[in-house]
């Protein structure tokens, strides 16, 4: 009986390994069945293409008031000092922020993703373009985090820069709202509102990587995470 039983596992264990390595050998399939063998989360920013502007596309036909609708309370880290933000308004009422090609790209950044967001929240997507310009795992400017991907469909890390639509500013008072967060976050105003982030996504939507990082902050229709 012990003899039997061994030479049916030895069998069992012969067809699994053959199965695998067809597997393997499949086009398409190969870099796949690496990265998720070796490391659960290996391949996770090119695979779950977007991450930060995965709503892009879902939301590029609504309103600004549409978009404000959507957008839940904002929820401070626990513990964080929340920092006294200028009212819209107040920065409405500002002369243009200018800068460089870098403020640009932030300017435009937040523009496409965080447009319908209340300053809160487009202060807190603008951290997580900062952090991820201080981590070494990302590039070392604003536009290369941006633009990180662009290229290649749905391979980008800011849909915005990949989904193959024109990027059409239509509304300049968003527009110049947008340049003015840019240009104090670069001149280096508190990033204290999202504890470190690093990623972050729409409320609506429930990426698998969500449950690999710690969430570390919700406002308006964002959630947003560190990496580990």
Not at 18 to 38: H, R
């Amino acid at each position: 009986m012990g003899g039997t039983g061994f030479r049916l596992r030895a069998h069992m264990l012969a067809g699994l390994t053959s199965f695998c390595l067809c597997i393997a050998a499949m086009p398409g399939l190969a870099q796949v069945t690496a990265s998720s063998t070796t490391d659960p989360t290996g391949g996770i920013d090119l695979r779950l293409s977007g991450l930060m502007g995965a709503e892009h596309s879902a939301t590029q036909s609504l309103s600004y008031d549409q978009l404000q609708l959507l957008g839940s309370a904002f929820v401070p880290t626990r513990g964080a000092e929340v920092p006294t933000l200028p009212r819209a308004a107040d920065l409405d009422a500002r002369a243009p922020a200018t800068g460089g090609e870098e403020w640009a790209c932030l300017t435009q950044a937040l523009y496409f993703e965080a447009r319908g967001e209340s300053v809160a929240g487009q202060v807190a997507v603008a951290e997580v373009i900062l952090n991820r310009v201080d981590d070494l795992r990302y590039p070392a400017t604003l536009c290369g985090v941006v633009n990180e991907g662009t290229g290649r469909r749905y391979a980008c890390q800011f849909t915005y820069t990949c989904d193959g639509r024109a990027e059409i500013v239509d509304d300049s008072l968003l527009w110049d709202r947008m340049g003015q967060i840019a240009r104090m976050m670069i001149d280096g105003y508190p990033r204290s509102l999202t504890n470190g982030a690093t990623h972050y996504h729409a409320n609506w939507v429930n990426p698998r990587w969500a449950s690999m990082f710690p969430q570390t902050a919700e406002i308006g229709v964002h959630l947003f995470y560190r990496r580990p």
